[in-house]
């Protein structure tokens, strides 16, 4: 299972100064850049950048959407992101169980 990340922002620069806040450094990206996605293939780990870009709404003019297995785009907004995050995890944790239950 892989979740994309998608942020969008119509702000010049603004993902970019996201970015390099969130990782720490600075990044290779152009400051005209709308749209960026990350595809995570272990699921938990698209849940700190989801949970930053959320808390940090007020910092920044961020849109976050995440998609999972190729499937619809879900808008996350400071509403539902602890729901979206709880069903990334009960996915992440459904499919972990299935890969280890003892064959019989």
């Known amino acids: 299972m892989s979740i994309a990340v998608s942020l969008c922002s119509e702000q010049r620069g603004e993902i970019r100064k996201f ?4 990782y720490d450094k600075q990044i290779t990206l152009d400051e005209d850049v709308e749209h960026w996605i990350y595809v995570y293939h272990k699921p938990v780990d698209a849940i700190d950048i989801i949970s930053i870009a ?3 709404r007020d910092k920044y003019d961020i849109s976050v959407c995440v998609q999972i297995d190729a499937e619809d785009l879900y808008p996350v907004t400071f509403e539902n992101h602890n729901d ?3 069903g990334i995890l009960y ?7 299935k890969v ?3 064959a019989y």
């Open 19 to 22: 970015l390099e806040r969130y």
């Open 54 to 56: 959320v808390d940090n």
């Open 84 to 86: 979206v995050i709880k």
């Open 91 to 97: 996915l992440y944790y459904e499919e972990y169980n």
């Open 100 to 102: 280890i239950e003892p």
